[in-house]
């Protein structure tokens, strides 16, 4: 999928402002002897990517598959490290204050613009401590129940919750869009669930399996395992459309809460600290872009149930500005406050 600048032309944020005019300068910077001699040597060494999710979930299994072809194109090794916790802000800020050399990357998405919102009080400005690199990938999430709970549709589960309010316990990887889903869920139904944060997607879904959690929400092809084997009931789909994997689970739309689900529901990308040289950061960008583009990647993404995301920099930048003015005021109506 890519997101054409159209799309996006009527963003106008600072964020937008100040990333639009940094990019806009590509064109005389690049011919700079520095600049040239940059794109030249660059990498000379080990790229060290930080994933502030935990091992093992959606986020780690999509930037492994990206990198492990990127290392390949640019003839140098690159590093997976994972930091997870207090909603990815450990994880994030350690690239923010890296040294702006090319070699440490970020690799994180919508939960950047949750930062102001719920912890306004962090050492570092997560969207000016950062330079835009390139997009990776987009899904979206199936909620799911365990086979404990008597409901087939939301509707029954709706109704289930609300005669026997507090007794559903929902898990999710704190400060991820599942919760903000969960959250949107139980407001505009009007719910009583109990809500369980984990470091982690993998670690509430294997509470699920032993029975201490009873809803969760994933990209597809974290639960369509468990759906087949009977261990996770599929409710609702949180896309525009079906899932391909799951025809006749409906979506959130149609379940009548429209509310419940945005398009994309997630996003992945690469960032760097801010003040990387730019011909670095173009380099990358193109090189992850050859990556997406090729059959074999889209291929490997959906198996993974992810859709392959291609911008230039230019259409990143008017992206991030357009997420920045949407996702605060979302999260301010799910009820989200700071920590």
Not at 206 to 228: C, E, F, T
Not at 257 to 273: E, H, I, K, R, S
Not at 314 to 334: C, H, Y
Request: aromatic share 8%; proline share 9%; charged share 15%.
């Amino acid at each position: 999928m890519t997101i054409s600048t159209a799309t996006w032309q009527r963003s106008r944020s600072p964020l937008g402002a100040t990333v639009l005019s940094a990019i806009a300068a590509v064109g005389v910077t690049l011919v700079t002897f520095g600049q040239s001699a940059a794109q030249t040597a660059y990498p000379s060494k080990v790229i060290k990517i930080i994933l502030p999710f935990a091992s093992g979930g959606p986020p780690d299994a999509a930037a492994r598959v990206v990198v492990q072809h990127l290392q390949s194109r640019i003839g140098q090794s690159v590093i997976i490290e994972n930091r997870p916790g207090a909603g990815t802000t450990i994880g994030t800020m350690a690239v923010a204050t890296a040294a702006p050399d090319g070699y440490t990357l970020l690799f994180n998405g919508s939960n950047l613009f949750a930062f102001p919102v719920l912890y306004p009080n962090l050492d570092f400005d997560p969207i000016k401590s950062l330079a835009p690199v390139a997009t990776a990938v987009t899904w979206s999430h199936v909620m799911v129940v365990a086979p404990s709970v008597p409901a087939k549709t939301i509707d029954e589960l709706i109704a289930y919750a609300k005669a026997n309010p507090g007794k559903l316990n929902f898990g999710f990887g704190l400060g991820t869009t599942p919760q903000i889903l969960g959250e949107s869920f139980k407001r505009a139904t009007g719910t009583d669930i109990a809500f369980i944060p984990y470091r982690g997607g993998e670690q509430a879904r294997a509470d699920l399996l032993g029975g201490r959690v009873h809803i969760n929400m994933a990209p597809v092809a974290s639960l369509l395992p468990l759906i087949q084997e009977g261990k996770a009931r599929p409710l609702a789909f949180t896309g525009p459309a079906r899932s391909p994997d799951l025809p006749d689970v409906p979506t959130m739309i149609e379940s009548g809460l429209p509310q419940v689900g945005y398009n994309p529901d997630t996003w992945l990308g690469f960032l760097a600290p801010a003040g990387t040289p730019t011909a670095v950061i173009s380099k990358l960008n193109t090189e992850i872009n050859s990556i997406l583009k090729s059959p074999e990647m889209k291929a490997a993404l959906a198996r993974l149930g992810f859709e392959a995301q291609v911008t230039t920099l230019q259409e990143f930048a008017v992206f991030l500005a357009a997420e920045q003015r949407k996702w605060p005021p979302l999260l301010g109506a799910a009820g989200f406050k700071a920590e």
